[in-house]
């Protein structure tokens, strides 16, 4: 069980064309999920905080109306990279929490590989 | 702020014992937890420790000192396969929400 996917796995788009990228939650209603952006050899960082039917918390230095966020539903989330720029090249990871056990785990998506030309 | 450090690189031979050290300093501290990743794929869960004390999982063993602001992760028996990047990450009390903040990354190399 807790199963996360994401949706493409990889692309490559075009300079200022936009890109949306899903997560799901398969088998379990998560009521927060979190994009992360990994630079390579660098670690992840939070993007921002989704929480369902609501608007999304970004970190300091992410640009919101560059990165649309849109949480509908308990088991959906996408990130939008709009009018992408070479330097937005990154792989881009979702996480989704559940309640489990005595701790709110998160699981991870398999991760979206973007890269802009 | 959140300040995790970890250390870059380790080397270790298959069969052996490798300790992987985790400091940290955060307020509203909520547990660390461990995760593995191999190169291009997403982290996947180890252990989460919340109080003080050690976590045995198998070949995987996670420790907590909360008032060292410390944690290692441990790995007996090495196998080839368990060549990857170990995350550190602290979940901490934030913007009316849990977050977790993930250090760089310890690149783990398991030679023969």
């Known amino acids: 069980g807790a199963v996360v996917s994401q949706h493409p796995s990889r692309v490559i788009c075009k300079s200022g064309t936009s890109v949306k990228i899903e997560c799901r939650s398969l088998?379990?209603?998560?009521?927060?999920m979190f994009w992360y952006r990994q630079f390579p050899k660098q670690s992840l960082m939070l993007m921002a905080t989704?929480?369902?039917?609501?608007?999304?918390?970004?970190e300091q230095g992410v640009e919101k109306d560059k990165f649309l966020i849109n949480h509908a539903s308990l088991t959906l989330s996408t990130l939008t990279v709009t009018s992408a720029h070479p330097e937005d090249s990154s792989f881009y990871i979702c996480?989704?929490?559940?309640?489990?056990?005595?701790?709110?785990?998160?699981?991870f998506g398999p991760g979206t590989r973007l890269t802009v030309l | 702020g959140q300040n995790i450090d970890q250390p870059t690189e380790m080397t270790a031979t298959e069969g052996a014992i490798v300790q992987i050290n985790c400091t940290y300093q955060?307020?509203?501290?909520?547990?660390l937890f461990w995760y593995q990743q191999h190169a291009g794929e997403a982290p996947t869960f180890l252990s989460y420790?919340?109080?003080?004390g050690l976590e045995e999982k198998g070949r995987f063993s996670s420790f907590l000192s909360r008032s060292k602001g410390y944690s290692y992760l441990l790995l007996k028996e090495l196998q080839m396969k368990d060549s990857a990047s170990y995350l550190c990450?602290?979940?901490?009390?934030?913007?009316?929400?849990?977050?977790?903040?993930f250090g760089k990354g310890t690149k783990l190399s398991v030679i023969p």
């Open positions: 420790n919340v109080l003080d």
């Open positions: 996480s989704a929490r559940e309640r489990q056990g005595r701790t709110f785990e998160q699981f």
């Open positions: 088998d379990f209603q998560a009521t927060t």
């Open positions: 955060t307020s509203g501290f909520n547990g």
């Open positions: 990450a602290v979940r901490y009390s934030g913007a009316g929400s849990y977050q977790l903040t």
């Open positions: 989704s929480n369902e039917g609501s608007k999304a918390t970004y």
